[in-house]
């Protein structure tokens, strides 16, 4: 099986050890460890990884577990062109070796797809806080791209080598690295293979160095970014459209479609701006994302005119049902624009 085994490591315990002699001794030969910038007192688990035949690559300094995994999958790429691709595994010992060898094998059968070692959260022994980071992850994770995925923070991943390039041009050097290249592949339209594996936690995940703010601030960044501009978007547009409806036109549907069509044209042109050199950061800024913007913005604000002044009959506030109408839009308009307006030419890519 030309499976590479790819495993970051930073400050590791004998568990490395002992997950790469396993994996040895169960077939997997092609083993490659990523020192992340360990302290030196960790080097004698490196050394004792070299002798049991794995290949040892270093960070001078800790550049995070995104940065360690391109690291290792570059290394693939350049020099082992018979290998069909890589598993990523964590250091700690949470993914057992006959896990990390049915997730190779599941890599072999569909060379095309990435596979996910997926746990079960449901039982005692998963911490608190593990078991709701990953409903939460998994629940925005769905709502940007539509794809249902039940472990959506495993480290247990098996990427093929057509998919290396694109996990080289995924943004993220650390824990964001493997939602945003998960995002990227569901996208994409690339199959996700999952294979069951147990759910190990060895002492309450101490061992972890996830940071619970810092890491999840980073894995959501972007979502989080689109959030705060559609927010002040709406604030600024809920504002105009009451002050032109409610003191200027008062009651009459044509008023309302002006009304929402001047606050919209503003709030537009900032939320543009704002998305695409703050959230989206488009690495090429062109005319043609402002025609497709204005193309997208003027479909959906016919939308949200049309139904405002179809549901004016209803007997609440004239705003509120703009709001109820712009927070359903609001959805729609985060995926094409990250798929079709601001997207990244390297995501195309398998």
Same mark, same amino acid.
């Given at each position: ?18 997950? !790469? ?12 460890? +990523?020192?992340? %910038?360990?302290?030196? /007192? ?21 550049? %995070? ?64 806080? =593990? ?7 998994? %629940? ?5 791209? %539509? ?15 057509? &998919? ?14 493997? &939602? ?25 995940? +101490?061992?972890?160095?996830?940071? +619970? ?11 989080? *970014? ?16 009451? +002050?032109?409806?409610?003191k200027v036109f008062v009651g009459s549907a044509a008023g309302i479609w002006f ?7 503003? =709030? ?19 005319? &043609?994302?402002?025609? *497709? ?31 109820v109408v712009d927070t359903v839009l609001f959805f729609v308009n985060y995926q !094409?624009? *990250? ?7 390297? /995501?195309?890519?398998?």
């Amino acid at each position: 099986m030309e499976v590479v085994v790819l495993i970051p490591a930073l400050n590791p315990d004998d568990s490395l050890c002992k997950t !790469v002699r396993e994996c040895i001794s169960l077939g997997l030969r092609h083993v490659i460890v +990523v020192d992340d %910038g360990s302290a030196p /007192e960790y080097q004698f688990v490196f050394d004792k990884v070299l002798e049991l035949g794995a290949k040892v690559l270093r960070h001078a300094q800790n550049k %995070g577990k995104g940065a360690a995994l391109k690291t290792g999958i570059q290394e693939v790429a350049q020099n082992a062109p018979e290998a069909e691709g890589v598993v990523t595994a964590d250091a700690d010992g949470q993914h057992s070796p006959s896990d990390i060898l049915a997730v190779a094998q599941a890599l072999v059968d569909h060379p095309d797809s990435l596979v996910l070692g997926v746990r079960d959260f449901s039982g005692d022994a998963v911490p608190a806080r =593990s078991r709701f980071g990953n409903r939460l992850t998994a %629940g925005i994770f769905f709502l940007l791209t %539509g794809t249902a995925c039940s472990d959506t923070q495993t480290g247990l991943r098996g990427i093929p080598r057509a &998919m290396f390039d694109a996990a080289l041009h995924t943004n993220g050097e650390r824990y964001d690295f493997e &939602m945003n290249m998960l995002i990227d592949v569901a996208r994409s339209r690339h199959a996700i293979v999952s294979v069951p594996i147990q759910t190990i936690y060895l002492d309450g995940n +101490v061992s972890s160095h996830f940071r +619970v703010v810092r890491d999840s601030v980073l894995i959501y960044q972007q979502p989080l *970014k689109y959030l705060a501009v559609a927010l002040s978007s709406f604030v600024i547009d809920l504002g105009l459209f009451a +002050v032109l409806s409610g003191k200027v036109f008062v009651g009459s549907a044509a008023g309302i479609w002006f009304s929402n069509i001047a606050a919209r044209c503003v =709030s537009g042109l900032y939320n543009f701006r704002m998305n695409q050199t703050w959230c989206f950061q488009a690495k090429r800024r062109t005319m &043609m994302q402002f025609v *497709k913007y204005v193309v997208l913005f003027v479909c959906v604000m016919l939308v949200s005119s049309a139904a405002v002044s179809l549901l004016r009959v209803l007997p609440c506030p004239l705003t509120l049902t703009k709001a109820v109408v712009d927070t359903v839009l609001f959805f729609v308009n985060y995926q !094409v624009q *990250k798929r079709w307006i601001f997207a990244d030419p390297q /995501e195309d890519k398998p």
